[in-house]
């Protein structure tokens, strides 16, 4: 009877033994446990202090122990991109140490104590010596190599990158798509190479390419504002941000600008925060400033501009002796109550009138004609209209002179018209309004 109880729980722990390890079979192979040993790393060109110029050559590397990870970061290795040559490397970082071995940036911790714990990061300033300029180089990504060890041995405790929140191509530069020329008179489509014709108060499309340092499209790059520049115009507009994509392998951002007003010599920039890397807009034809203006008229045409606030328009007939001769045109409001404009001071009618000439020969004669209604002038004799020029947005305000009976740019001649309209004709030289354009 004993002999028969025994071998009936020697079955039944050996049938318990099969059940539990087969349970533990089965949990093994649902899937791998993820890894907790994670990190990120950023490598971008240092931001300047302010008033400096961005170095090309000197960088900042960023590295994280992510906040997934389990377990302390020790030793790093960064690597350069190929043709890089690191001739320093430091850190303020506690007990650790950063040094170049075969160009080679070694980051150690002294000892385990001082490892970076989970979600803690530490910076590295890396220069190099080569090369200077990003033309000279293939391939600007950089490598990493991370271990849970502070003196960068062992097989078993390398940590593992994350795509997300690294960044191994830094930022070299940006390149403005020029701003384009889309609305001619009626809606037509022209292509005058410096006016962004955008009637206030609507956007135009910008675009802005990212390279790496070595010249080539940043892949992965985003980021980056539209900003104004001092002294450049445009103080009254917006803007929107890009917004960045790949596109036939650049990568672009796209945003847009908004006037407020009509304006000239006009300019803005692209700027990274993080590094202080920017650009400059351009126009079309890389001319470097571009003019808001809400018209404008080509060679050969005749066009009548009319203002959308007041009863006055414009009309004027661009010569036809060079084909890529246009004139912009377009109104603004006055933004002061009085006009010190010739010998007296008086109060400003309608809105300031925009006239900008491109590439029109500059010993010619543009004539421009520009008719107010009597309801904002009065019924007072041709005499009582004055009319004066700024180049310089209303710093200095200077009179036309009435002209001869043989007209002598620049002048202005001045009649009624239309039952007691008033018309004044504008004769000027393109060079005349200037670079900045003519009020």
């Not at 600007?140 to 991370?146: D, G, Y």
């Not at 009618?349 to 029109?360: K, L």
Request: glycine share 10%.
């Amino acid at each position: 009877m004993k002999r028969f109880g025994s071998r009936r729980m020697a079955g039944y722990v050996t049938l318990l033994l099969a059940l539990v390890i087969g349970s533990v079979v089965a949990v093994a192979t649902a899937g791998a446990a993820p890894s907790k040993k994670n990190y990120t790393v950023k490598v971008a060109v240092t931001k300047p202090a302010a008033g400096n110029p961005v170095d090309p050559q000197t960088f900042t590397v960023t590295l994280k122990n992510d906040g997934s990870s389990n377990t302390t970061l020790g030793s790093a290795n960064i690597t350069p991109p190929a043709g890089f040559t690191v001739d320093t490397a430091s850190t303020v970082q506690s007990g650790w140490s950063a040094t170049v071995v075969s160009n080679v940036v070694q980051l150690r911790s002294t000892t385990s104590g001082d490892a970076l714990a989970s979600g803690h990061s530490m910076a590295v300033s890396v220069h190099v010596a080569s090369p200077t300029l990003p033309t000279i180089c293939s391939s600007a990504t950089w490598l990493s190599q991370v271990k849970q060890s502070n003196d960068f041995n062992g097989t078993n405790n390398s940590f593992t990158l994350l795509t997300a929140g690294s960044d191994l191509t830094p930022l070299g530069s940006f390149v403005f798509a020029p701003v384009q020329s889309l609305v001619g008179p009626n809606n037509a489509q022209v292509a005058v190479p410096q006016i962004l014709t955008v009637p206030p108060g609507s956007a135009t499309p910008v675009s802005v390419k990212a390279l790496d340092t070595c010249g080539n499209p940043d892949a992965d790059y985003a980021g980056a504002t539209f900003n104004k520049e001092a002294g450049f115009g445009l103080v009254n507009a917006t803007f929107s941000n890009p917004s960045w994509s790949t596109s036939d392998g650049s990568r672009v951002g796209l945003g847009s600008v908004t006037p407020k007003d009509v304006e000239v010599g006009d300019q803005f920039t692209v700027d990274d925060p993080t590094t202080g890397i920017s650009a400059t807009s351009v126009s079309t034809g890389n001319r470097a400033f571009f003019d808001v203006v809400e018209t404008i008229c080509t060679a050969g045409q005749t066009c009548i501009w009319p203002d959308k606030n007041n009863p006055i328009k414009a009309t004027s007939t661009v010569p036809t002796d060079n084909p890529g001769q246009a004139l912009g045109l377009g109104y603004q409001p006055f933004s002061t109550t009085s006009v010190q404009c010739g010998t007296g001071t008086f109060t400003p009618v309608g809105d300031i009138v925009r006239i900008d000439p491109y590439n029109y020969d500059p010993l010619s004669t543009l004539i421009v004609v520009i008719t107010y209604d009597k309801s904002l002038v009065g019924s007072g004799p041709a005499s009582t209209l004055n009319v004066c020029k700024t180049t310089d947005n209303g710093t200095t305000i200077l009179t036309l002179n009435a002209c001869s009976n043989t007209p002598v740019a620049p002048c202005v001649d001045i009649t009624k018209v239309n039952g007691g309209n008033f018309q004044a004709t504008l004769y000027l030289k393109p060079a005349d309004p200037g670079a900045v354009g003519l009020k």
